[in-house]
């Protein structure tokens, strides 16, 4: 199979997942009992059947569907329910590049972090720098990042005022650091701990002993022989620290005040504005998509087995 | 599976110091939510006028301080790990049932029927999670149920996994041949002789499950699309806590401290009981 044939399988084989998503998000949305108009005082019904008839929820549950499949198709999400002013496509345009460019750099932090602290760790296996990266690693990973985000606020925004506790400007590094580093800390602990793992198992690899009794230096033993094997765990990792980024961006976006996408899904969801919720959703869906997929290419390029396979 | 695996196990477990510190951790942590707020001299909702936001260790009675309505926040926190605890148990008890029953059940059938139900898991699986508890949480309003619905929904995929995989290599087994020969039904043979005999895996699992339910539980009450006010869960608590930590940073450390060592015990317990019962990574 030729690399642009797999390449297109596997984005071919995104849509029915994308597709069950949009069904499914859709349909839970007008399960709901009640409606996006349940005010705590309740509207006279003339005015609430013309809000439905302006926002097409008179219609049969299936023509709002095929409706709303077909906005999607244009990249038009619908009207936001609450946000009155505001498409959902509008929230997305402002919100997606600050929750991009956070959840990026978060991502990029952490394999500059967890790679190396993971393979320092190998090996250094059972002295005290191995502890050391271990214990932290476990810290990492136990606690959420709902009491890391304010911890570090806390220490490094009210009391050492270092940075800033909140506020956004676009291109302001020293806005992006708090963020950043908070959703980048359970990932470096999940890396470091894959990264030392992997390492210690290829190691122990029949074909590691019989580059070193070919006398070849550690360094490159290391480099050309064992890393190239030892990091694949960390590739198909990208899929599961996205997700986790995704979920992280949420609580970051709120705490420390960014104007992205998370904070609108997180009103949105306060506020049962559905469509809003529906199209974030989506987004969210379509971006862990998007990098699972890059996941597995990078994955399958440089893999030799499924390589050769694949011609790749 | 004979006495012995259980005894061994048990040696092992009784050798594994911070699994059992862990579990008397648990343990002190567990009574202390169910008795706690009974036996302290304050009600989770009681509005102590004189003392507002006192730091820990002031105020007569309030040992670790109150919270910006005065009340108590030893007492609060306790109630927010009962809450906490409640869903979690009850999340992993759902999911524990739905996906032993699942797994055990497509793994014992084999053929279409199991390709057919675990295609269902795996499409389920590629959902991106948290959104759609988020929006089943949206979808049923906020409170303890529905949170339990929404997260619940999604809890056993992973165990019906593990399940099916044991139940695939199980119902070659002589003694499920016996079974069959004997002439009990499907229904039989999968509740007394295949589900019996997976204890060990799924035991492991569900303990680790249960701190991941406490961390979506508290992440959504956090987020403040999951347990509200005047009802407490350790995650509501934190976010309380955080809006007020420039002032009174005690009433964030003491719920966060909580959660965290719950979540560290929880873990380390996994760890161990599954050092103990899964012979493979021995």
Known sequence: MSTFAFIARRLLGAIPTLAIIVALSFLLTRLAPGGPFDEEQALPPEIRANLEAAYGLDQPVAVQFGRYVAGLLRGDFGPSFKFRDFTVTELIASGLPVSLAIGIAALLLALALGVPAGIWAALARGRAADRLVMTLAVAGISVPVFVIAPLLALVFGIWLRWLPVAGWEPGRLRDMLLPVVTLALPVVAYLARLTRGSLLEVLRAPWIRAARARGLPQRIVLARHALPAALLPVVSFLGPATASVLAGSLVVETIFGLPGMGRHLVQGALNRDYTLVMGMVIVYATLMIALNLLADLVYAWLDPRIRRERRL | ?282
Request: aromatic content about 8%.
């Open chain 2, 1 to 282: 599976m004979s006495g012995g695996l259980w005894r061994d196990a048990l040696r092992q477990l009784k050798s594994d110091r911070l699994a059992l510190v862990s579990l008397a951790i648990l343990a002190v942590l567990g009574g202390a939510a169910v008795a706690g707020p009974w036996l302290l001299d304050f009600r989770e909702d009681e509005i102590d006028w004189a003392h507002m936001a006192v730091p820990p260790f002031v105020a007569d009675g309030h040992w670790l301080g109150t919270d910006r309505l005065g009340r108590d926040l030893l007492v609060r926190t306790l109630f927010g790990l009962r809450v906490s605890l409640a869903i979690a148990l009850a999340a992993t008890l759902i999911s524990l049932v739905i996906g032993v029953g699942w797994g055990a059940l497509a793994g014992y059938l084999r053929g279409r029927a199991d390709a057919l139900m675990m295609r269902f898991v795996d499409v389920l699986y590629s959902l991106p999670q948290v959104f759609f508890v988020i929006i089943l949480t949206v979808v049923f309003g906020r409170g303890p149920l529905s949170l339990l619905v929404a997260i619940g929904a999604f809890g056993w995929l992973t165990m019906a996994r593990i399940v099916r995989g044991q139940a695939l290599a199980l119902r070659e087994r002589e003694f499920v041949e016996a079974a069959v020969v004997g002439g009990a039904g499907t229904l039989r043979i999968v509740g007394r002789h295949i589900v019996p005999n997976l204890l060990g895996p799924v035991i492991v699992y569900a303990t680790l499950t249960v701190p991941q339910v406490i961390l979506v539980e508290s992440f959504l009450s956090f987020l403040g699309i999951g347990i509200q006010e005047p009802l407490a869960s350790l995650g509501n608590l934190v976010a309380d806590g955080a809006s007020e930590m420039e002032t009174a940073p005690w009433i964030l450390a003491v719920p966060a401290a909580c959660l965290v060592l719950l979540v560290f015990c929880f873990n380390f317990l996994g760890d161990g009981l599954r050092d103990a019962l899964d012979p493979r990574d021995r």
